[in-house]
């Protein structure tokens, strides 16, 4: 992304697909406007733990531990300003002025894309399944009930 933003910059490409923090230092910059944000689709499930059902029951301590810890995070993320989210993850990001990383955080935030508790929606759920079988990754959507187990992230409410 870092190579697209370069080449928009310089004029080669009209076009590029670019996450947080490109987004924000285009539009800083004043190279580019947000044609389509994907944000606006609806809810879609991108992180996930996948396990086998045996293992689930064989080391539900395990993982109900780890849904905790996530469901924690999340609480935080939610109420984290921007300035202290970009000052926590500055590291991971060298060479990145403070600015558009806080403003980058800040539009993720405002278009509430994070989620906020560890269970998986059956909107994002379904959104995921149709892109898989429409990019030919699998041949039929599956079932929510088949494939979610909602007990962890009803156990940590």
Do not use: H
Not at 17 to 46: C, H, K, M, N, W
Not at 113 to 138: C, H, N, Q, Y
């Amino acid at each position: 992304m870092a190579e697209n933003l370069e080449a928009l910059r310089r004029g080669d490409l009209d076009v590029v697909q670019a996450f947080e923090p490109y987004v924000s230092i285009a539009l800083a910059e004043g190279i580019g406007d947000i044609l389509y944000a994907a944000s606006t689709r609806g809810p879609t499930v991108y992180t996930t733990l996948i396990a086998t059902r045996d293992r689930l029951a064989r080391n539900r301590e395990g993982f109900t531990a780890l849904v905790r810890a996530f469901a924690d995070m999340e609480r935080w993320l939610a109420d984290c300003e921007p300035a202290a989210l970009a000052a926590a993850v500055a590291p991971f990001y060298p060479g990145l002025s403070a600015a558009p990383l806080t403003r980058s955080l800040a539009r993720y935030r405002e278009a509430g894309i994070w989620a906020r508790t560890p269970g998986m929606s059956r909107e994002g759920f379904a959104r995921l399944a149709d892109s898989l079988v429409s990019g030919g990754f699998i041949a039929s959507p599956p079932r929510y009930e088949d494939c979610v187990d909602v007990s962890f992230a009803e156990s940590v409410k």
